[in-house]
């Protein structure tokens, strides 16, 4: 495939860099450049050196995947035969027609990949769905061999190390590839897949932690993420909890993070600094101690002026028969009818012909980020009815926030029906579950 290399140029490089020298080229260009007077070039070293990241990641693909021994010289005086024999294994090299569909796909999306770049989408979930669902309505993946080589793309870029725009990527690949719902789907791609089937459950684990321990986690990964490098402040006061993230989040973390801020921030920190972290966290843990012994204090000062003593305030000014919080439950509260009526905007449906009279359930897995949102979706069950099911999760997913208290996993099962006597559908009626 013809390459349009003016990338590599702007980073003073050529078509033997690999992403190393890629990287190295970034860094020695972005200090030659003030980035407040001149943002617009700025922004074209940034799309260079992206463009050149995908490119030396799919040119190294390339280059595994058509991985060919090459038969020696033949000796002086062999037959003729020998050289019939290398023009044949020259001819099996060749791409399968599997491979250049799925070419044709994947440059489709290299080129929706860069438009994101362009409007600053690369962390909007939604729009990599979008662009993902496009794609997979590409009449080249009607061929199955094509669709596999498109999906193994996109699963080998995800487990390969994190680039900008992969930690909304992923969320938006686990849904339209539907990999939550059917793991051995993965498990066909080996270690990539393997990687990405445990990232999706260390995902699910970190949902389903507190609020404020998910908020603390959230930001270090936005650290890990950004362009300029964090201060030794705040590498020392997250240390600590990064440090817990790498043992509970790994493959989580290798997709969503970039393994060299990792790697620099170890490098931050090095033994002489240790005492001054220790020195960090037990001052912080002396003010939380002394915080809470004040709220704990004037809570108790405010419940013994304004309630009225009985016997059960006074077992708890005792300290005794005092319940312990209750763990956080991912699951609890399911958004009510009311409630997913307000949110969700009528589906856009309109059955053909063909449809058949009857009524159609189909049900959703919806997950919500801290902020209410939909992030994610997984299909239960069919409704038989292919354009109602696209209709209702499109529904789901441009659904306004939902409250903070609404449940961060919760199922909905929405209804419709044909009646004979017209082929329009009624509102879906949603009825919800834990």
Known sequence: MQQNCSFLAALDLDETADARAIR????????????????????????????????????AQEAQESETVVAPPAAEGAPAAAAVSIDEDEQHAAPSEEEQLANLVWERFA?????????????????WHDLLRARLQDEELIHIGARMQF??????????????????????????FDWARDRRQLGQFGYFG?????????????????????????????LLRREQPADARDIVQSMAELRKMLERFPALLQVVTNAE?????????????????????????????LFMFVVIGLFSFLAYKGATPTPESQRLRAGTDVAAPAAFD????PPTQAQLEEH?????FQPGPDALPGNYTVEFEVSLDAAGKVIGMNKLQESGLPGFDEAIEAALRAATPFPPQTARIFRVALKGSIAPTTPTVRRPRATTQI
């Open 261 to 289: 801020s990792i790697e620099y921030w170890h490098t931050q920190l090095p033994a002489s600094e240790s005492d001054e972290e220790q020195r960090i966290v037990k001052r912080n843990r002396r003010w939380d101690g």
């Open 194 to 222: 393997d990687v990405l089937n445990t990232a999706i459950d260390e995902r699910a684990l970190f949902d389903s932690q507190a609020i404020a321990v998910r908020s603390v986690q959230e930001r270090i990964a936005m």
């Open 344 to 348: 969700m905007a009528p589906p856009r």
């Open 151 to 176: 999906e193994w793309r996109i699963v080998h870029i995800l487990a390969s190390g994190w680039q900008a725009g992969h930690e909304a990527l992923f969320p938006a690949a686990v849904a339209a």
């Open 111 to 127: 080129d929706g990949r860069q438009e994101l770049l362009q409007t600053h989408r690369l962390g909007d979930p939604d729009a």
């Open 330 to 333: 991912p699951r609890a509260n």
């Open 24 to 59: 190295r080229a970034y860094a020695r260009k972005l200090k030659t450049i003030d980035q407040q007077a001149d943002a617009a070039g700025f922004q074209a070293l940034r799309e260079a050196y992206e463009t050149a990241l995908d490119w030396a990641a799919y040119e």
